[in-house]
């Protein structure tokens, strides 16, 4: 565990509000109890001071080719050391990994030392491991699989050693995060790939429990720093017209049209059973909508 950047204290006369604090790291702010969590289940107020619980906890790490973080156009044909926590700031219904994203679960045991199922690596460990994976064509680490940013001192120790090392760092990301922590990491980062999941603020609203705003001012500040792209999980019904496809694509090209934009189908998986995923001939003319904006337009999950 380790204290946590980005938050302050709330200052109170009432005994039952002393010791709380404000966390700055995401658009949330979340105002947090002593023994309580953030909505991110990860950033834990204890005694008055906020902490980022999962710290250095990696239950997923795997040697990816870059592709499937999906970037397309960063390094292809490389791979790319991938390591992720548990937890996020966002709750999309329909989250496709949900199994570490939305575990919400205190994954130490009470004895409050060690993690009870998921090991423990320090940033040293994981760069070591990602220079040692050199021969096999890795070019660096990728914070993934469930919400990097929601554990950015980790990302923050990482990034900045891996930087050292001569290695590349990529951010898998929702972009659910204030400008001055984002602005203050961008430049450890080589390459980010952000999930803009709808071009509608009552999406971000009812599917997901945030707002669409602080997102796309994340890819417009990530995209004057390093490369990005986009992706979108597209939901029948939901975020599928061809309307709002052409608006999102066409609000990326206003940032550059050069960004590549992945479309991808869904799955029905946690808490939306429906609908269905959409069909692929329905995938491709949205991506031909898209391709009217932007330069490169891919269709994933086929």
Known sequence: MR??????AVGSTEESE????????????????PGSRGKCHVRLNRGGALFAEAWGVVPALALDPIEKKPLSRFHPGSYILSAGGYGCNLS???????????????PFNRSGDEPADDRRVLP?????????????????????????LIGYEYVWDTARLAKEKGLLTVLV??????????????????????DLKAFSDSFYRDLCGGSLNPVLETVRSAAGSCHVE?????????????????????????????????????????????????????????????????????????
Request: charged share 20%; with cysteine.
């Open 3 to 8: 204290e946590a950047m980005f938050w302050e």
């Open 18 to 33: 002393r010791r709380r604090v404000r966390c700055r790291l995401c658009p949330h702010e979340c105002v947090i109890a």
């Open 92 to 106: 999309c219904l329909f989250c496709q990994n949900h199994g570490i994203s939305q575990r919400g679960l205190d």
């Open 124 to 148: 040293e460990d994981l760069v070591n491991e990602a220079l040692a994976l050199r021969d096999e064509g890795n070019i660096g680490i990728a914070f993934t699989y469930n919400e990097p």
């Open 173 to 194: 990301t929702n972009g659910y995060v204030n400008a001055t922590p984002l602005q203050r990491l961008l430049p450890y980062i080589d390459a980010m790939n952000v």
């Open 230 to 302: 986009i992706t979108t999980l597209v939901i029948p019904g939901e975020n599928s017209s061809a309307e709002e496809i052409d608006a999102l694509s066409r609000w990326i090209a206003s940032v550059n049209p050069g960004i590549p934009l992945h479309l991808n189908r869904h799955h029905p998986d946690y808490l939306m059973n429906e609908p269905p995923p959409i069909d692929r001939d329905s995938l491709f003319r949205l991506a031909d909508v898209s391709r009217r904006s932007l330069s490169h337009v891919y269709t994933g999950n086929l």
